[in-house]
C-alpha cells in the first residue's frame, strides 16, 4: 500500500545550521506531496506543498522538491532559527482516493 | 466556527469503558478525516467521510472502533470496551472537498487506565 517513510527524530541543530529531513515514499499513481508542522501546543498546519514531479514547494524559508525519479520529497532550510522547533510531517495524498497517509513525524529542536 | 472544533481536549477512562470523542468540522468542508497520535508512532489513518460518500473505514484498529457523521457535519469517534493500548491523542481534520489541505482540530487526549 502507499506509505510514506520520513527520517527519525529527533534532530538537534544550531540556529542558523542548515536543515535537511528526508522523506520517501511508495505510491500507486501520481501522488500529491506534503509536509506539515505542529509547532509545541499547537495544532498541525500545512507547511508546503507539490502536486506534480519536480516542482517546488516553498514557505517560511522551507523548501521540498517533488523528485519523482528517487520518490523523494525532502525538506531544506538554509538557516533555522530557534521558532522552527517542531515536529514535522511529510504526508502524501493519491489520486485514486483522497486519503492522506503520513510519515512517523520528525521532532526537530534548534538550539540558540 | 473558526477552526476544527474537538471535545473533550481531555479523557481519563477506566479499561472495558466505552468513550465518544467528537468533532465539528470548519463549516462547509465536505471532508473529514480522524487520525490516532501515539508515542513514536506518527499519525495513524482512522477513518474518511467524504459527502455523502461510504467512509474509508480501512484504518480502524478493530472492530471496537467505530465512527458516524450526521447530516454532513458533526463526527462522532466511538471506542468500545476501551484498552491501555487505545491511550494516544484523536486528531479530527476537515477539508474542503478531501485532499490537499486539511485544518486540524487541537485533539482530544484519551487516557486510559
Known amino acids: 500500500g502507499d506509505s510514506v517513510t520520513q527520517m527519525e527524530g529527533p534532530v538537534t541543530l544550531s540556529e542558523e545550521a542548515f536543515l535537511t529531513i528526508n522523506c520517501t515514499y511508495t505510491a500507486t499513481g501520481y501522488p500529491s506531496l506534503f509536509w506539515y508542522v505542529q509547532y509545541p501546543g499547537e495544532g498541525l498546519q500545512l507547511l508546503l506543498k507539490?502536486?506534480?514531479?519536480?516542482d517546488k514547494g516553498s514557505n517560511k524559508g522551507f523548501e521540498a522538491t517533488y523528485r519523482k525519479e528517487t520518490t523523494s520529497f525532502h525538506l531544506e532550510k538554509g538557516s533555522v532559527q530557534v521558532s522552527d522547533s517542531a515536529v514535522y510531517f511529510c504526508?502524501?495524498?493519491?489520486?485514486?482516493?483522497?486519503?492522506?497517509?503520513f510519515g512517523k513525524g520528525t521532532r526537530l529542536h534548534i538550539l540558540p | 466556527g473558526a477552526g476544527v472544533s474537538q471535545s473533550p481536549s481531555n479523557k481519563v477512562t477506566e479499561k472495558g469503558k466505552d468513550v465518544e470523542l467528537r468533532c465539528d468540522p470548519i463549516?462547509?468542508?465536505?471532508?473529514l478525516y480522524w487520525y490516532r497520535q501515539s508515542l513514536g508512532q506518527g499519525l495513524e489513518f482512522l477513518i474518511y467521510?467524504?459527502?455523502?460518500?461510504?467512509?474509508?473505514k480501512s484504518g480502524l484498529p478493530s472492530d471496537r472502533f467505530s465512527a458516524e457523521r450526521t447530516g454532513g457535519s458533526v463526527s462522532t469517534l466511538t471506542i468500545q470496551r476501551t484498552q491501555q493500548e487505545d491511550s494516544a491523542v484523536y486528531l479530527c481534520?476537515?477539508?474542503?472537498?478531501?485532499?490537499?489541505?486539511?485544518?486540524f482540530g487541537s485533539g482530544t487526549q484519551l487516557s486510559v487506565l
Open positions: 467521510f467524504q459527502g455523502n460518500s461510504a467512509p474509508d
Open positions: 504526508a502524501l495524498i493519491t489520486n485514486r482516493d483522497d486519503k492522506i497517509i
Open positions: 481534520a476537515s477539508s474542503q472537498q478531501g485532499g490537499e489541505k486539511l485544518f
Open positions: 463549516s462547509g468542508h465536505t471532508a
Open positions: 507539490a502536486t506534480k514531479a519536480d
